[in-house]
């Protein structure tokens, strides 16, 4: 049996979906837009009056980690900024992890390379 190998969050380099817009307003939010495609997204769009595009807007902190995402900076950079911006929060590493899992679990952001060389 393979031993699995164990993967360092730290050293991964994510990077945003090209095909997902987005834009920032004038505080600095960042409203993440997700267009529905495919045919099940047309029946529900018709027949049950879903929106084409949902828009997700971030919090401070989301906002900021995503302005930050730039395909060049890891986890371990992104956590360093997020530590000097907001140094009263609380398990800011682990916060920072879950926000990226849940960015790459909904296809919001890709890993550019697989790990960092």
């Known amino acids: ?8 969050y730290l050293d991964f380099v994510p990077a ?3 095909e997902i817009e987005y834009r920032i307003d004038d505080s600095g939010k960042v409203t993440v837009l997700i267009e529905w495609k495919g045919f ?14 949902s828009e997700i807007a971030l919090d401070e902190y989301g906002s900021f980690v995503w302005v930050l ?7 371990h950079e992104l956590s360093q900024e997020l530590e000097k911006k907001f140094p009263k929060m609380e398990n800011s590493l682990a916060r920072l992890i ?5 960015l790459k ?3 919001l952001i890709v890993w550019r390379e697989e790990e960092k060389k």
Do not use: W
């Open 40 to 53: 099940y997204h047309k029946i529900a769009q018709r027949f049950f009056h879903r929106p084409r595009v």
């Open 1 to 8: 049996m393979r031993k699995k190998e164990e993967k360092n």
């Open 16 to 18: 945003k979906n090209p």
């Open 105 to 107: 679990d909904n296809h």
């Open 69 to 75: 995402i730039d395909g060049r900076k890891d986890v």
């Open 98 to 102: 879950k926000f990226i899992e849940i």
